[in-house]
């Protein structure tokens, strides 16, 4: 299937450089050791599933970019043997993906040390994606996949798998607008402009380079805070009880933690200097779910000052009612008509790249709950699932959002098994390893003050 990018896909291909690839990750970790062969196998039948992933990219001078699929090839999993358990349990380096020859995905299965000399199977799995194929959620199905094919080679067994329909690729662009449905929507599109005038007119924090800041920009640098499915819950109630909701809570205290190390205190004095979050906005509709593995994604950006941030309260009900502005009239698509718009201006969607070496101060996406299918029996109980692959279960997932040259930090939110992780990716050429600690430790107090307060609120 040969088919031209969207705008959206030809922004995330633009908008990569060589030290900052426009490329995301999933780490999967396994109670037990998996068998190579099977994680193989499944892999490679997990992408015949999904063409775009199985695709390169061709991009002539003259022409528009395209997919190209892979004529015949399987796709193997990359096993990592480490030499120690520290060496384990860190995260490898992994080169980027090559657009030109593809595949846009690879599954690189990492196992510990021998053990008497015999070698130890995978007991973790890290994805990696290249955003011009998919969003993080097309990554969470094609993952869904390789884990139902996994069990079913252990198991021997039938694949119990969605159904599935390629043909909806040729929609992806679309969004669920016809000609009708576009006209309708342009009045209310109107209430964007006022988001469009800020993001030109305010001028989004940096980050100050650290000292102690080494590195490589893509190297997978991370810190993450767990929640468990206790506290989840917790912080769940009292954010209904307030009339909010977690992810509302969650971006709060990440523009606390960020306005601490970001703003200089100059500008509480009402400057145009903002802490800027760009959030990923899903777009699917019921109809997509069988399509397979694309980008069904928008982005929204937040901006807020420093004396915006300092209001706590007032940071809480700003979010929730501007969240609730976008869903109401549709803003999501915002983004989407001015990335259509730009393609067919002066200098196209590279222009619009070109434009802004700074897009946002960091990004935070929410990936939900995943992997829900995991136990039917248990889910139907009211009871934690968690994916069980035969002998070995599935126990954590964390996702690391890709790094944007200028945004050097990127949080994404995963919800398995009850509990609920926050998972910090940083640039460590511009963060050191403490200062990155030091943001995580500030959102989790954010967090923490916030329970504390919904939960006086709803006394009161």
Partial sequence: MQSLLTPFETYMLLDETPSHPMEFFYRLRFDGPLDPGSVN??????????????????????????????????????????????????LPRIPPLDLSAGPLVRIVAVAGPQIDGNPSGPREIIAQFHHVACDGLGALAFLADLLELIASNLLDRAPDLEPIDPSRLARRGRYGLDAWKLLRSLPAQARGLEGVWKFIRHRPGRFPPDLGATGVARELAAVSSAYSNVEAAALRRAAAAAGLSLNEIATAALFTALAAEVLSPASAGGTAEVIRLSIPMNLRQAADRRMPAANVVSMIFLDRTAAQIADREGLLRSIHEEM??????????????????????????????????????????????????ADRRLAREGRTATVSLGPVRLVAVDGFAPLRRGTPLAMAAIEYGGSLGFTIRFDPTVISGERARRIRDGFDAAMRRSLVGLRAEAVV
């Fill in 41 to 90: 196998d499944a892999a490679a039948r997990a992408v015949a599933r999904h063409p775009l992933l199985g695709s390169r990219i061709e991009w002539g001078r003259a022409a528009r970019p395209r997919f190209l699929p892979l004529e015949q090839r399987r796709i193997a999993a990359e096993i990592i043997q480490t030499a120690t358990v520290a060496e384990c349990e860190s």
């Fill in 324 to 373: 609730q502005l976008i869903k109401d009239n549709g803003l999501g698509m915002t983004f989407i008509h001015t990335l259509a718009a730009a393609r067919c201006g002066p200098g196209g969607i590279a222009a619009l790249v070109r434009s802004r070496s700074t897009a946002a101060t960091a990004l935070f996406t929410n990936l939900g709950r995943i992997f829900r299918r």
